[in-house]
């Protein structure tokens, strides 16, 4: 995941003649885990981390450890 960021955030992407800053935020779960009992929890866990990297500041990943 943090390949992934980093590489998004060197690249130069360039819009009708202009400069544009991308960035990625990344949500990971990983199993096993206790609290991952499923592919709904599964999907659901990398949904929450997504979303507190998102609300961390962006440009980030965040990794569900439960």
Same mark, same amino acid.
């Given at each position: 995941g943090e390949r992934v960021r980093h !590489?998004?955030?060197?690249r130069e992407f #360039? %819009?009708?003649g202009k400069n544009l800053? =991308?960035?990625?935020s990344v949500g990971v !779960? !990983? =199993?096993?885990s206790a609290a991952i009992r499923d592919a709904t929890e599964f999907i659901w866990a990398a949904?929450?981390? #997504? %979303?507190?990297a998102k609300r961390a500041g /962006? &440009? /980030?990943l965040s #990794?569900? &450890?439960?």
């Open positions: !590489a998004v955030e060197k #360039l %819009y009708e800053v =991308v960035t990625v !779960a !990983a =199993v096993p949904d929450q981390m #997504l %979303y507190q /962006r &440009n /980030r #990794l569900w &450890n439960r």
